[in-house]
């Protein structure tokens, strides 16, 4: 089959309208291709007039002068990217250290025209004292806002204004050894994300109660706190084996249909009222254990003051 666009070639491939064409689309044709070309050949490239750019350019500030002007230096200049194919690299790859201004040591590097007209327009744009220190107050991070925004780190968290600078916000670092924590009654200024990364950890549903306060990384490395590196549970045998604690498990989410004590939802976990690390005694005690989900179990199981952390931190 010879393909019917008149090519003269064999025909490859059949479209819906039932033609027959040697390649994939008709336009990639060899016969269509140079009649494309002999149309585009004859037109004719129209003049853009003024109206026509300034409807263009109706965002810019620049004048038609101005633009004329550019579109005049710019013709016959080589692209910066001409000839480079692939990935583009970076103007400042390999440049260490602060970057030199494009301008600097070099004068009259603008028209006096163009000077005028940029002091002029900072001028206009220089802002009273009045409205500066307006704005600075705004953007300002304050006390009695966290509390009105954020009533549960308020609680969590206490926050006081240094003394010897205004405005600036300083909590206790969690370290109990470090001179700035509250058992030392020292106070530290902690930085913007590290507020915010508490206040996020504690308020939002998916946090973890996490991301505490320390004034140093060797506050947070030593803290047994953090990661919890210092449980003091952590060697001791347990009193009783894997085999006897899945039997107990297994034992009272079948006594409680397994279904959650707290909320009444499918139960998967058991929680134990006495803590199995404070107390092992009771650990399998089917007084003291009941069923229940897995939100309900860190809800109000292991939170605030039961939480492993916590807890691991306690010796009896």
């Known amino acids: ?164 600078k205004e405005n600036e916000i300083q909590v206790h670092c969690k370290n109990h050894d470090c001179p700035n924590s509250k058992e030392k009654s020292g106070w530290f200024t902690p930085t913007r994300g590290q507020l915010f990364e508490r206040i996020r950890q504690l308020e939002k549903e998916f946090g973890n109660e996490g991301s505490y306060f320390y004034c140093s990384v060797k506050c947070k490395n030593t803290c047994p706190v953090y990661r919890l590196q210092n449980d003091p549970y952590k060697k001791e045998k347990k009193l009783y084996t894997e085999e006897e604690y899945q039997t107990f498990r297994k034992f009272v989410l079948e006594r409680d249909n397994y279904i959650c004590q707290f909320c009444g939802e499918k139960a998967t976990e058991v929680h134990h009222e006495r803590p199995q690390k404070l107390e092992p005694f009771f650990a399998l005690d089917l007084d003291y254990a009941l069923s229940c989900c897995k939100d309900c179990h860190y809800k109000y199981g292991h939170k605030n003051e039961c939480s492993t952390g916590n807890l691991a931190l306690k010796i009896c």
């Open 1 to 164: 089959m010879i393909c019917s666009y008149g090519c003269g070639q064999e025909a490859k491939f059949k479209f819906k309208n039932n033609k027959v064409c040697c390649s994939r689309f008709s336009c990639q044709c060899s016969y269509i291709k140079t009649k494309n070309c002999e149309k585009n050949l004859g037109h004719k490239v129209l003049d853009i007039t003024k109206e026509k750019i300034r409807k263009k350019i109706t965002n810019t500030k620049r004048s038609i002068d101005t633009i004329e002007k550019i579109s005049k230096a710019k013709k016959g200049s080589i692209p910066w990217n001409k000839g480079k194919v692939g990935a583009q690299v970076a103007w400042n790859k390999g440049k260490v250290g602060v970057q030199v201004a494009w301008n600097k040591g070099k004068e009259n590097c603008f028209s006096k025209e163009t000077t005028s007209k940029m002091r002029e327009s900072r001028k206009k744009e220089n802002l009273s004292i009045n409205t500066l220190l307006k704005m600075k107050i705004s953007h300002q991070i304050r006390i009695e806002k966290i509390k009105i925004k954020y009533p549960f780190f308020s609680k969590i968290e206490e926050m006081r204004y240094n003394p010897e």
